[in-house]
C-alpha cells in the first residue's frame, strides 16, 4: 500500500498545482509539455535505459497512452470551461466503473464480500463527496466532454494495468517511450498556439511545468509500481488511489483553499475511508 500512499500524494499535488496555476494565470497548456520533457529527463537519470532499447518499436499501446494522455488533458480542460469542475469531476472520478470491470473481466480478479462491500460503499462515498454547487450552467450539449473524460480516465486506468504486466518491454522504457510520444504531441498543439493564436512562450510556464513534471512523474512510477506489486489485485490498486485522491484532496481543499463542504461531503470523507479499509481487508 504505500505505493499507492505516494502516488495518491503525488496525483493531489498535480492537481494543487494545477490549481494554483489558474489562479496565477499560468499558461497550463504550456506548462503541460515541459511537464513531459522533465518527465523524459528523470525518466533516463532514473532508469538508465540502453538508448538503443528506447523507440526500438513501441507497440500500439504505447503509442495510444502517448497520444490520449496530453489530449484527455485538453479535453479536461474543455470539460472545466463548458460544464465546470465540480461536474466535470464527477465524470472523473465514475470512471472508476471501467477499471473495476475490467478488473473482474479483463484481469481475472476475484471480488470477495468484503471487497464488494468496499466498493458499493465507495461509489456511493464518490458522489456524497463531490455533490456540491456547480458554478457553470451547462446545456445538455456540452455533456459530451464529462462523457469523453469519464471513458478516457477509465481507460487509461486499464491501459496502464495492462502496460505493468507487459514482460515483453520493461515498463520503465515503456514509460519514457509514451513520455516521448506526449512531448511530441503536445509541442504540436503548442506550436498551434504559438503560430495560429499568437501566444508567447514564457520562462514561468517552463518553470511550473519542471515541477509539475517532477510530482507527475512520481504518480505514473508509483501507480505502475502498485499495479506491480499487487499484480493479481488490479482492483484493490483502482480503488484505494481514487479513494485516496478524493480523500486527501478534500481535506487540502478544506485546508490549504478554505473550500466550504456540506455534511454528506464529510459523510463521504468518512464512507471512502471505510472503502479502503474494507478493500484493503479483502
Known amino acids: ?32 509539455l515541459w511537464n513531459y520533457l522533465v518527465a523524459i529527463i528523470l525518466g533516463f537519470i532514473f532508469f ?14 504505447q503509442v495510444s497512452l502517448g497520444v490520449l494522455l496530453p489530449l484527455l488533458f485538453l479535453i479536461l480542460a474543455k470539460s ?3 460544464i ?21 473481466y479483463l484481469f481475472g480478479d476475484k471480488f470477495n ?3 464488494i462491500a468496499g466498493l458499493l460503499i465507495g461509489f456511493t462515498a464518490i458522489i456524497l463527496t463531490l455533490v456540491r454547487k456547480s458554478e457553470v450552467k451547462s446545456e445538455r450539449a456540452n455533456y459530451l466532454f464529462p462523457a469523453m473524460v469519464f471513458v478516457g480516465f477509465g481507460v487509461i486506468d486499464v491501459m496502464f494495468k495492462k502496460l505493468a504486466t507487459n514482460i515483453v518491454v520493461p515498463y520503465t522504457t515503456a514509460l519514457i517511450e509514451i513520455f516521448c510520444i506526449s512531448f511530441i504531441v503536445s509541442l504540436f498543439v503548442i506550436l498551434y498556439t504559438i503560430l495560429i ?3 508567447k512562450v514564457e520562462l514561468v510556464n517552463f518553470l511550473c511545468g519542471s515541477i509539475l513534471g517532477l510530482f507527475n512523474f512520481g504518480n505514473i512510477i508509483f501507480y505502475m509500481k502498485a499495479h506491480r506489486a499487487m499484480a493479481d489485485h488490479p482492483s484493490t ?15 487540502i481543499g478544506i485546508i490549504l483553499f478554505k473550500e466550504k463542504i456540506s455534511k454528506l461531503n464529510y459523510l463521504g470523507i468518512g464512507m471512502a475511508l471505510l472503502a479502503i479499509i474494507l478493500i484493503t481487508l479483502s
Do not use: H, W
Open 237 to 251: 490498486v483502482f480503488a484505494a488511489m481514487n479513494m485516496g485522491v478524493i480523500v486527501v484532496g478534500t481535506l
Open 48 to 61: 538508465k535505459p540502453e538508448l538503443n532499447t528506447v523507440f526500438l518499436k513501441p507497440s500500439l499501446l
Open 197 to 199: 493564436r499568437k501566444q
Open 113 to 115: 464480500g468484503l471487497k
Open 84 to 104: 465546470g469542475i465540480v461536474k466535470t469531476d464527477i465524470a472523473q472520478r465514475l470512471s472508476l466503473f471501467i477499471p473495476i470491470i475490467a478488473s473482474l
Open 80 to 82: 472545466v470551461r463548458n
Open 1 to 32: 500500500m504505500i505505493y499507492i500512499l505516494l502516488s495518491v500524494s503525488c496525483s493531489v499535488t498535480v492537481a494543487v498545482l494545477l490549481k494554483l496555476a489558474r489562479r496565477y494565470k499560468i499558461n497550463v497548456l504550456q506548462a503541460v
